[in-house]
């Protein structure tokens, strides 16, 4: 579904490469997760992905579902079935919850969205994230906790349906019975359409009692150094990222 | 309960003086007009709360004066403006609070957003002769954010949908604005 060839990336106007020679492939369905230290560019690549307009790509390639996006614009990425869940949600003044939602519903259909229907969905969804209905008339995350701002992201999720979707740091900023929630949320919607993939990016394992991954990767030194199953991340709360470099014999200690 | 007041102006120039004597909400709606009101707040205990919403494609300019003339009156001025084009548009707004006005509160919000390269002024002033009131004002010129749009684009809406949503939420900044009664206004934010 996703595949990464040899990526090179940077801040525009910036020299040094976030990401070199990176290169990850994603099937239908699979789940993955990236794991790395501060700054190694975990929350870059997501971005990257998505179109971001603060960085740009030098060199390789991102494939998705076999063609090229790099050319695509952030909303047609968008369209074709990636969703960023991001890590610090945006609060936009002015723009409700419900009009943004709907926008976005009828972009990515491309159909006229039934106002009664919508918000008939709206509510039932509200209700399975344990959002108030009543957050679906206010600005968009104008507000919100850090617990209610992820909550809303797996709302549009919820919403709009996508084919493979980024977790960025999902776990930063919710307590332990909302991180239950989000996560009991993601698993039915991966249960209903077992077709999507996931990207996982995180620093603990935590997430990971509620989501199973197939691959954990170990992204340092701008590329994945390493890649395991599930049992890789607990190895990394235990050993910590030296850990991870003694194990695959790198010289290059932190 | 506030008294409301709607004013629309259109391709013109025009002066408003009012004297407030109770609590009063003002929509004040403008397109490519410039305009001066002068504002008395003649009560003690009267709230004003001033809504200044302009499209602008000329040189224009708006130029507000609140007059805190008894004591523990409350305004609030929120201002945003739409440039359209490359042209002038200017707004000067005054908060003026008496030394006999006691524990007055006196806010003004204002914001310009530039569509292209025109020259936008802002002149945010708070001319306070008195120790105990509260008072803020800001001022913006600038674009929407790079951030909102790019995260409202990672839901799929395309560039244009999201200026439309954004130029909506901005002029139109507060919840109980009757639309039946700005249906220009409104009609005109789809022509930006």
Excluded: W
């Excluded at chain 1, 609060?91 to 943004?100: L, R």
């Excluded at chain 1, 332990?176 to 991966?190: G, P």
């Amino acid at each position: 579904m996703l595949e990464i060839k040899n990526l090179c990336c940077n801040v525009k106007d910036e020299k040094e490469n976030i990401l070199e020679d990176f290169s990850l492939k994603i099937k239908k369905g699979e789940i993955h997760v990236i794991m790395g230290p501060n700054g190694t560019g975990k929350s870059t690549l997501a971005k990257v992905i998505m179109g971001h307009y603060k960085y740009e790509v030098s060199k390789g390639d991102i494939l998705f579902d076999g063609e090229s996006i790099l050319n695509l614009s952030v909303s047609d990425r968008a369209k074709k079935g990636i969703f960023l869940c991001m890590q610090d949600p945006t609060v936009i003044e002015g723009v409700t919850n419900s009009e943004f939602l709907r926008t976005a519903l009828g972009e990515v259909t491309g159909e006229k969205v039934n106002l009664y229907t919508f918000i008939k969905d709206m509510e039932k969804t509200m209700e399975e994230v344990n959002l108030n209905s009543n957050m679906l008339h206010r600005s968009l995350n104008m507000g919100f906790s850090g617990g209610e701002k992820k909550k809303n992201e797996i709302l549009q999720l919820k919403i709009l349906k996508p084919k493979f979707i980024i977790l960025d740091e999902l776990d930063s900023g919710l307590d332990v019975d909302s991180l239950r929630i989000v996560c009991q949320n993601i698993n039915d919607y991966l249960e209903e359409y077992p077709d999507t993939a996931v990207l996982i990016i995180t620093h603990y394992p935590r997430i990971l009692e509620y989501i199973k991954p197939q691959y954990v990767h170990i992204l340092k030194d701008k590329k994945i150094l390493k890649t395991g199953g599930e049992e890789l991340a607990f190895e990394i709360e235990k050993e910590g990222y030296k850990g991870v470099n003694i194990m695959i014999g790198n010289e290059n200690h932190e | 309960m506030s008294k409301i007041l709607y004013v629309i102006d259109n391709n013109e120039n025009k002066d408003y003086n009012y004297k407030i004597v109770e609590d009063t909400i003002i929509y004040h709606f403008s397109i490519n007009s410039s305009s001066k009101v002068n504002i008395d707040l003649d009560k003690e205990g009267v709230s004003l709360y001033y809504y200044y919403s302009d499209i602008n494609y000329e040189d224009n300019s708006f130029e507000i004066v609140v007059n805190h003339n008894k004591s523990n009156t409350h305004s609030e001025v929120i201002n945003h403006g739409v440039n359209v084009l490359e042209k002038t548009l200017n707004f000067k707004v005054d908060g003026v609070v008496l030394k006999k006005s006691s524990k007055c509160i006196c806010n003004q919000d204002n914001q310009i957003i530039n569509m292209s390269n025109g020259k936008s002024t802002i002149f945010p002033n708070l001319l306070i002769d008195n120790y105990d009131v509260d008072s803020n004002h800001s001022a913006y010129i600038g674009k929407f954010r790079d951030e909102d749009i790019f995260y409202m684009e990672s839901r799929g809406i395309s560039r244009d949908a999201c200026n439309r949503l954004l130029l909506n939420g901005f002029l139109i900044s507060s919840d109980s604005i009757e639309y039946e009664k700005i249906k220009d206004f409104l009609l005109e934010i789809e022509n930006i």
